[in-house]
Structure formats: structure tokens, C-alpha cells
């Protein structure tokens, strides 16, 4: 577990009633870098959890703190068959001008994600794949400075119902086949003390050919042998040269570390791959990209890596998330991106306009194929616009590409072989909540640059 100093320990009631979700508290308590006390709440102490403790306050981008600290950690269970209240009790905390994030409520397990179908508002402007998303956790330890999740980390425990849950849903929908966890979390940081992940994954070892997809920034994988997983978690990370990995993402594993860690799954059977994602092109941006890609490939063998820059945001907010570390970044990508500025028709690939992130992508691309010729290598989250320009040297298209935690993308998969848009059904009856009370609601799988 990473070394850890909360300010707070929250257990809520649901946690604190039940022996073993109990014992996972204990762990991790007994585990952090100093003694905090732990204290037990009920529903009815969420409004002053909100309005006097305040425990929403550092759910800021970190770049705009003035010193960024470790969050408060809340444990929590996802409340299954009691859905209508929870969403009753957002309703009269919105009312209240307190809205509140889902997690908090006991909700936020499943999502179902219309990517690029009808109803999604960004479906004109990015390529990502309709899927049920799967979620336990919240908030992040790795403080990087684009981020706004740090200062609140929520970490449900009731596992065992979860994947009862998840079974309906993957019995329901035999299209998908891989279950991304997390896309604003990383689990791993409080593993193996809090014992949640092993259990899912072994859930899946349990499965036929259903995946679990995490993906992580972390260093922490040397808990992942003797588990069950049976080949059936992929192990996806983050990957960002050494200057970006130190300086904007401090509380990650750095380049060297994540391919370690990479390593030691590989090693264990597990399937991995990289994200070159966010690419901030830093000063050197080429050379650390080459240095990069070729510690990577030689000393890991990922099925898939995937590309994406930094994007999602226009050049004043970036300028506001990475002023600390502003002169870090490379002076001719600042400057086109100025002379960019609202030109764009794409709200989410800004600040950086289409030349550059190009440019970026086609110099990844060469080091790859230098190192791994026939190694499969995707966009992640871009614009149709893109793929159209860079499809052919990728060798895939928007409709049959595999990314790294694609519904389909199992290990060893090249190309998809169904159309990804229209095998994707929704065959729950709407019966399952996944909708998001107006706090900091999830954006879209890749949207937000957590991983």
C-alpha cells in the first residue's frame, strides 16, 4: 500500500456493522504512514460532512493548490436494492445546494457508457466504445497536477454483493467482453491491505472469456502473484516520460517504476499494455518519447499500446491545472497552441492543435515500429478527424480499431471483428441506476485525464 497520511478516516455505518468489510478498514488503518483515528457516519451526517466538514473543498485540479496533501478516505458500501432512497437523498441534498457525489450516496457501481451513440453529446467529436463501466472507487494518491481528484478518495468494500450484481450484467450482455474498472480511481494505491481488488479479480478468474481491465499509473504490483486471475485482468498503465511522470504526476510511479511494476504482472501472467496518455509534450519531448517507448518494449511484451495527448480542456484552463510546472512544456507547442486558440470546432481535443498532436503521435508511432514492428498501436479517445489522417499508418480504422480497455479488446486481438457501435445493446431495461447527481459527474471513459 502506498505510504499514506489522511487527514481523516470516514467509515460509514454499513462498513462499521458488517465484520468483514470491518477487518478491511482495520488493515488499512493499521497500515498508514502515521495513526489516524477512525470515525463512523450515518446518512443523516452526510450534509454537515458537506457543509461543515468540507470534504469537498480539495476536489480541485491539483495544480491550482497551493500545497496538495494526501485526501480524506471514506469508506463506503454501494447500496443494491436501496437505489430509490439514495437517489431520493441526492434530490434533498441538491435541494439543499449540496450536491454530492454519487459514491458518497451508495451509488456509482455500474454505468452505461452511450459512447458515440445516440444521446451522447460528444459523439461528433471523439472515437470511444458504448460498454458498462464498472466502478469502487473515487479520488486518487497520485497528485497529478491536471487532476481533480484528489483531496476525497472513496473506497467501497462490499465486493462480495458487487460481483453478484456484475453477474447479471455480464450474463445480460454477452457482447462485452472486458470490464474497465476505475476511470477516476486508482485501485491499486491501497491494495493489498484493503483486499477489494483481489477479490474481483479472481471473480473474473472465474469467468470465460470476461476480462477485467485496470488501469493504473501505479508502482504497486507486487501483491498481483498467487492470485487466481487465470489470465483474465489486464493490466493497462498509464506511460509518460520521465519529466511528466516526476514533475506533473509526483505521486506516481515514475517511467522506470511503472514498467517495473509492468514487469512483475507480466511476469505473473498477466496481460499488459501501455497508454502513452496524457502526452504533455515537454521540453525534449522527442528524445524522452524515444528513451520512453524503448525501456518499455525491451523490457515488457504488451499486447497493445494506445495514443493520446493531452487534450479535453481549452489553453486557459491547461495554463491554470499546469501553471507550477508550465515551463516544462515545450515553447513551440505553447505557441501554436496559443495561435490556436478558438479556432478549434472540436471542444475536446484543444488546447493542442491537430498539427501538433499529430506530429506527437507520428513520432511514438516510429519508435514503436522501430522496437516492435508488428506491434499493434491505437489512438485513444481522438477525434474522427484524426483517425481519418493517421488510420492508415496505425493499420486500423475508427469502427475496427483495438484500444487498451475497449469492450472487446481482449488480449491477442489485432482488429475487432463486429462493428463496435452496433453490437453495443443496452439490455438492462434501464433498470439499473447510472445516472450522476451534478458534482464533478463522469465524463467520458477518457475524457477526463485521471490515468
Given at each position: 500500500m502506498?505510504?499514506?497520511?489522511?487527514?481523516?478516516?470516514?467509515?460509514?455505518?454499513?462498513?462499521?456493522?458488517?465484520?468483514?468489510?470491518r477487518?478491511?478498514?482495520?488493515?488499512?488503518?493499521?497500515?498508514?504512514?502515521?495513526p489516524?483515528?477512525v470515525?463512523?457516519?450515518?446518512?443523516?451526517?452526510?450534509?454537515?460532512?458537506?457543509?461543515?466538514r468540507?470534504?469537498?473543498?480539495?476536489?480541485?485540479?491539483?495544480?491550482?493548490?497551493?500545497?496538495?496533501e494526501?485526501?480524506?478516505?471514506?469508506?463506503?458500501?454501494?447500496?443494491?436494492?436501496?437505489?430509490a432512497?439514495?437517489?431520493?437523498?441526492?434530490?434533498?441534498?441538491?435541494?439543499?445546494?449540496?450536491?454530492?457525489?454519487?459514491?458518497?450516496?451508495?451509488?456509482g457501481?455500474?454505468?452505461?457508457?452511450?459512447?458515440?451513440?445516440?444521446?451522447d453529446?460528444?459523439?461528433?467529436?471523439?472515437?470511444c466504445?458504448?460498454?458498462?463501466?464498472?466502478?469502487?472507487?473515487?479520488?486518487?494518491?497520485h497528485?497529478?497536477?491536471?487532476?481533480?481528484?484528489?483531496?476525497?478518495l472513496?473506497?467501497m468494500?462490499?465486493?462480495?454483493?458487487?460481483?453478484?450484481?456484475?453477474?447479471?450484467?455480464?450474463?445480460?450482455?454477452?457482447?462485452?467482453?472486458?470490464?474497465?474498472?476505475?476511470?477516476?480511481a486508482?485501485?491499486?494505491?491501497?491494495?493489498?491491505?484493503?483486499?477489494?481488488?483481489d477479490?474481483?479479480?479472481?471473480?473474473f478468474?472465474?469467468?470465460?472469456?470476461r476480462?477485467?481491465?485496470?488501469?493504473?499509473?501505479?508502482w504497486?504490483?507486487?501483491?498481483?502473484?498467487?492470485?487466481?486471475?487465470?489470465?483474465?485482468?489486464?493490466?493497462?498503465?498509464?506511460?509518460?516520460?520521465?519529466?511528466?511522470?516526476?514533475?506533473?504526476?509526483?505521486?506516481s510511479?515514475d517511467?522506470?517504476?511503472?514498467?517495473?511494476?509492468?514487469?512483475?504482472?507480466?511476469?505473473?501472467?498477466?496481460?499488459?499494455?501501455?497508454?502513452?496518455k496524457?502526452?504533455?509534450?515537454?521540453?525534449?519531448?522527442?528524445?524522452?518519447?524515444?528513451?520512453?517507448v524503448?525501456?518499455?518494449?525491451?523490457?515488457?511484451?504488451?499486447?497493445?499500446?494506445?495514443?493520446?495527448?493531452?487534450?479535453?480542456?481549452?489553453?486557459?484552463?491547461?495554463?491554470?491545472?499546469?501553471?507550477?510546472?508550465?515551463?516544462?512544456?515545450?515553447?513551440?507547442?505553447?505557441?501554436?497552441?496559443?495561435e490556436?486558440?478558438?479556432?478549434?470546432?472540436?471542444?475536446?481535443?484543444?488546447?493542442?492543435?491537430?498539427e501538433?498532436?499529430?506530429?506527437?503521435?507520428?513520432?511514438?508511432?516510429?519508435?514503436?515500429?522501430?522496437?516492435?514492428?508488428?506491434?499493434?498501436?491505437?489512438?485513444?479517445?481522438?477525434?474522427?478527424?484524426m483517425?481519418?489522417r493517421?488510420?492508415?499508418?496505425?493499420?486500423?480504422t475508427?469502427?475496427?480499431?483495438?484500444c487498451g480497455?475497449?469492450?472487446?479488446?481482449?488480449?491477442?486481438?489485432?482488429?475487432?471483428?463486429?462493428?463496435?457501435?452496433?453490437v453495443?445493446?443496452?439490455?438492462?431495461?434501464?433498470?439499473?441506476p447510472c445516472?450522476?447527481?451534478?458534482?464533478?459527474?463522469?465524463?467520458?471513459s477518457?475524457?477526463?485525464?485521471?490515468?
Open positions: 502506498y505510504a499514506i497520511r489522511p487527514p481523516a478516516v470516514l467509515v460509514h455505518e454499513s462498513v462499521a456493522g458488517n465484520p468483514a468489510y477487518e478491511r478498514v482495520k488493515r488499512f488503518v493499521s497500515a498508514l504512514a502515521q489516524c483515528p470515525e463512523v457516519y450515518n446518512d443523516d451526517q452526510i450534509p454537515s460532512l458537506l457543509r461543515d468540507r470534504i469537498l473543498d480539495r476536489r480541485v485540479p491539483m495544480g491550482t493548490l497551493r500545497k496538495v494526501d485526501p480524506v478516505i471514506l469508506f463506503n458500501t454501494f447500496r443494491f436494492g436501496d437505489e432512497c439514495a437517489l431520493k437523498r441526492a434530490e434533498d441534498l441538491k435541494a439543499q445546494n449540496l450536491p454530492c457525489p454519487q459514491e458518497i450516496l451508495g451509488l457501481a455500474f454505468n452505461w457508457a452511450n459512447y458515440n451513440l445516440e444521446g453529446p460528444n459523439r461528433a467529436h471523439k472515437v466504445r458504448p460498454c458498462w463501466r464498472i466502478h469502487l472507487q473515487s479520488g486518487c494518491l497528485r497529478c497536477a491536471y487532476c481533480p481528484l484528489g483531496g476525497l472513496v473506497a468494500v462490499n465486493v462480495d454483493e458487487y460481483c453478484t450484481q456484475l453477474s447479471r450484467i455480464i450474463e445480460r450482455h454477452p457482447w462485452q467482453q472486458t470490464y474497465l474498472l476505475d476511470d477516476d486508482d485501485p491499486p494505491a491501497l491494495e493489498p491491505e484493503l483486499g477489494c481488488l477479490e474481483l479479480i479472481e471473480f478468474g472465474s469467468l470465460s472469456d476480462y477485467l481491465v485496470i488501469h493504473t499509473k501505479t504497486n504490483t507486487a501483491w498481483l502473484r498467487g492470485l487466481k486471475h487465470n489470465g483474465h485482468t489486464i493490466l493497462v498503465w498509464s506511460l509518460s516520460g520521465p519529466s511528466q511522470s516526476r514533475h506533473i504526476e509526483p505521486n510511479g517511467t522506470a517504476q511503472r514498467i517495473e511494476a509492468a514487469r512483475i504482472a507480466e511476469e505473473a501472467g498477466y496481460p499488459i499494455r501501455y497508454k502513452f496524457p502526452i504533455i509534450p515537454v521540453r525534449n519531448w522527442r528524445q524522452e518519447a524515444r528513451e520512453t524503448e525501456m518499455a518494449l525491451t523490457s515488457t511484451h504488451p499486447d497493445l499500446v494506445s495514443l493520446c495527448c493531452f487534450m479535453w480542456m481549452d489553453m486557459d484552463e491547461m495554463k491554470r491545472r499546469l501553471a507550477p510546472v508550465l515551463e516544462l512544456i515545450d515553447p513551440d507547442c505553447l505557441r501554436k497552441a496559443e490556436a486558440r478558438g479556432k478549434s470546432d472540436n471542444p475536446l481535443t484543444q488546447p493542442f492543435p491537430d501538433v498532436r499529430a506530429e506527437i503521435y507520428t513520432h511514438y508511432l516510429s519508435e514503436i515500429r522501430r522496437i516492435a514492428p508488428s506491434l499493434p498501436v491505437s489512438l485513444s479517445t481522438e477525434s474522427w478527424h483517425w481519418s493517421l488510420g492508415p499508418a496505425l493499420g486500423m475508427a469502427t475496427n480499431y483495438v480497455c475497449g469492450p472487446q479488446s481482449v488480449p491477442g486481438r489485432r482488429l475487432l471483428s463486429d462493428h463496435p457501435f452496433r453495443a445493446v443496452r439490455k438492462d431495461g434501464g433498470r439499473i445516472v450522476y447527481p451534478p458534482f464533478e459527474p463522469r465524463c467520458m477518457e475524457g477526463r485525464p485521471t490515468q
